[in-house]
């Protein structure tokens, strides 16, 4: 059974920094697709950040070049490094790890999407 676990959440002020962990068990985040997404009060959950199975990583228009996605494949775990906080930014922060199963012959017939329990950042002087 997959397993997300989230830290690293808490209150940081304009312009600060947090890192967020988010450790896997039950599957290596190194043979998967992970993602970072938020969601602030009365919005939409959005993607953040992610990064493909073969590293390739993608980020938000509003975080690029402020945050970095990130993992570590000893510890099975993924990072969501974040600089140059604003108010903004402020929302619970859920990791996400997408996996595809499937024959040789097609090896992402099936996908399964697993979430974390989410953290709160908080941006506030």
């Known amino acids: 059974q997959v397993q997300l676990v989230e830290s690293g959440g808490g209150l940081a002020q304009p312009g600060g920094s947090l890192r967020l962990s988010c450790r896997a068990s039950?599957?290596?985040?190194?043979?998967?697709?992970m993602a970072w997404y938020r969601q602030a009060p009365g919005r939409e959950r959005e993607l953040v950040a992610e990064i493909t199975s073969g590293g390739s990583t993608n980020y938000a228009h509003s975080v690029k070049g402020r945050f970095t996605i990130s993992r570590d494949t000893a510890m099975n775990t993924v990072y969501l490094k974040m600089n140059s906080l604003q108010p903004d930014d402020a929302a619970v922060y859920y990791c996400?790890?997408?996996?595809?199963?499937?024959?040789?012959?097609?090896?992402?017939?099936?996908?399964?999407?697993?979430w974390g329990q989410g953290t709160q950042v908080t941006v506030s002087s």
């Open positions: 039950g599957s290596r985040v190194s043979r998967n697709d």
């Open positions: 996400k790890l997408v996996r595809y199963m499937g024959p040789v012959e097609q090896p992402r017939a099936v996908r399964n999407d697993y």
